[in-house]
């Protein structure tokens, strides 16, 4: 039998790999920086070959060592899955779940949630990472995350999701626009007026929705943040309207800027806000419990 690469080396390759600096992945491994450069001078020696470039300035992984980091990551999820068959636990909400989350999403419900779920389940610690849908995707199927909380409609070939609730866009506007009047904003003028959007690559602005392609097709929108926030801080100036979600608004992100919310007429959907998760994971029925918690949270409060 060959022998076996070491799991804590892999886990030092994997530390190396996300900080590209020997003593910052060296405090994350709780461990010396020698320790950790002997533990991947071993784990080179084992696979016959270099795994990492270092110069005085710069650490850079090889092909070899992007390849092993893939494989490493894998066995490392293997083996915390093997940890928990034995441990009677992956099943309930304790211990810690790793949750990525969107920018769009983040900042407008985990306040809101937060001190619910940790009333609810006192045990439970929960690991958030906040960044766009495709890399979220990413780290979900390699193992590094258990769930997302993201937008749809979006592509989660092979995952499970659970729908939360919808979430309807609105027109915002300045104080002093033509608009900040009106009842209602006809979704077939939004190509006419003057939209500020986010990136292209932005979840709010690529997603497949009717509202927001007609939106994005407008011939005056010229200008592009990476936030809503910025968005609403340029509306608050004068410089155009916006579309903000219902999270957004029932956060007061509109409120600090002389902004206006008016109803979109003739919408014929929202976006969906759910959790996506692997359908294998032994942490599966726990955040599905978790998913119907949230869901009842976030139920629209009758009049």
């Known amino acids: 039998m060959k022998p076996a690469p070491n799991l804590r080396h892999l886990g030092y390759l994997l530390a190396l ?40 300035r710069q650490v850079m992984l090889t092909p070899l060592g992007r390849l092993v980091c893939d494989k490493a990551r894998m066995m490392l999820q293997l083996s915390d899955e093997l940890v928990d068959l034995g441990s009677g636990r992956p099943d309930m909400l304790t211990g810690r779940l790793e949750i990525g989350v969107i920018p769009t999403v983040g900042p407008f419900l985990l306040p809101r949630l937060m001190p619910a779920i940790r009333r609810r389940y006192p045990d439970l610690e929960l690991g958030w990472r906040e960044d766009k849908t495709t890399p979220l995707m990413e780290r979900l199927r390699a193992g590094q995350l258990d769930a997302l909380l993201m937008a749809f409609p979006h592509a989660v070939n092979g995952l499970e999701t659970m729908v939360l609730f919808e979430d309807v866009y609105h027109f915002v506007c300045h104080a002093d626009h033509p608009l900040a009047t009106a009842e209602t904003v006809d979704v077939e003028d939004l190509p006419q007026l003057d939209l500020l959007l986010l990136e292209k690559d932005h979840c709010l602005h690529a997603h497949a929705i009717p509202l927001l392609t007609a939106a994005a097709g407008g011939t005056r929108s010229n200008f592009s943040a990476t936030s809503l926030h910025t968005l609403v801080a340029m509306v608050g100036e004068g410089q155009g309207a916006t579309l903000l979600p219902t999270i957004a608004i029932e956060a007061g992100l509109h409120e600090a800027h002389s902004s206006v919310v008016v109803p979109i007429a003739g919408q014929t959907q929202a976006r969906q806000i759910g959790l996506v998760w692997r359908g294998q994971s032994p942490r599966a029925s726990a955040i599905r419990e978790l998913g119907f918690y949230l869901r009842h949270q976030l139920k629209p409060k009758q009049d």
């Open 17 to 56: 790999a996300e900080y590209l600096n020997f003593s910052r992945a060296a405090d994350a491994c709780l461990v010396t920086q020698s320790t950790l450069s002997a533990g991947i001078r071993e784990l080179e020696t084992l696979i016959g070959g270099q795994l990492a470039e270092r110069t005085k």
